[in-house]
């Protein structure tokens, strides 16, 4: 009912299987540990670039991103921690860097179990020690995705821990949202709008 496997070919993928229902999830450990595909029934749930994706030189653009250890930017790209300046790209690192894969079950759902570490380069840039963990399990037609993360060092360990995933979507103009806010920042133009439940999915691209 339940299967997981993995592809030879680079990258290195891990496919997570629920015979019953259908559904298919695939996961690149060595690039971010991102979900790249996620079908059910052949109906793409996730939209992913594949052109891009080939092309380790840009970043990814698509799938379901791990963003550790900020969400969003800073300043220059920059923060000062005990009179140090370290320079944190937008979204942090854990998207960009390899995952280690930890185990793999098929008891009670298509699960997998990756990790990332604290490295030479990750304490060049964020100065701490830390384990972080993330679990995709693929049940049916639902995909849960947990995450659990340690400070192994011994000083308080500031972070941002979220997902940021591309929805496939054929018709945007039948897509609803349901979000509770009440105003919103145009990132583009720099200015903040009342949002009264609406919002115009006709352009080409929203950054709110």
């Known amino acids: 009912m339940y299967q997981v496997s993995f592809s030879p070919d680079q990258p290195l993928?891990?496919?997570?299987?629920?015979?019953?229902s259908l559904s298919r999830l695939a996961v690149v450990p060595e690039r971010g540990g991102i979900a790249t595909e996620w079908t059910i029934q052949g109906q793409p749930i996730l939209y992913?670039?594949?052109?891009?994706?080939?092309d380790a030189s840009l970043s990814i653009?698509?799938?379901?991103?791990?963003?550790?250890?900020?969400?969003?930017n800073l300043p220059n790209n920059q923060y000062t921690l005990n009179g140090q300046t370290y320079h944190?790209?937008?979204?942090?690192?854990?998207?960009?860097?390899?995952?280690?894969?930890?185990q793999q079950q098929t008891q009670t759902c298509a699960s997998l179990d990756l990790k990332l570490s604290h490295c030479?380069?990750?304490?060049?840039?964020?100065?701490?020690?830390?384990?972080?963990?993330?679990?995709?399990?693929?049940?049916?037609?639902?995909l849960r995705l947990q995450q659990r993360i340690a400070n192994l060092g011994e000083q308080r360990?500031?972070?941002s821990l979220g997902l940021h995933p591309y929805f496939f979507c054929r018709e945007k103009g039948s897509v609803t949202l349901h979000i509770p806010a009440n105003?919103?920042?145009?990132?583009k133009t720099g200015t903040s709008h009342d949002y009264n439940g609406t919002l115009n999915l006709n352009q080409p691209e929203l950054d709110l």
């Open 61 to 72: 653009r698509g799938g379901i991103p791990i963003l550790f250890p900020i969400c969003g």
């Open 48 to 54: 992913f670039d594949q052109e891009r994706f080939r």
């Open 120 to 142: 030479d380069d990750t304490l060049a840039v964020f100065p701490f020690q830390f384990e972080l963990v993330i679990s995709y399990q693929l049940r049916g037609n639902t």
């Open 183 to 187: 105003t919103f920042l145009d990132q």
């Open 13 to 20: 993928t891990y496919f997570l299987e629920d015979d019953q």
């Open 88 to 102: 944190l790209k937008q979204h942090g690192f854990a998207r960009d860097l390899p995952w280690t894969v930890m």
């Open 157 to 159: 360990m500031p972070f």
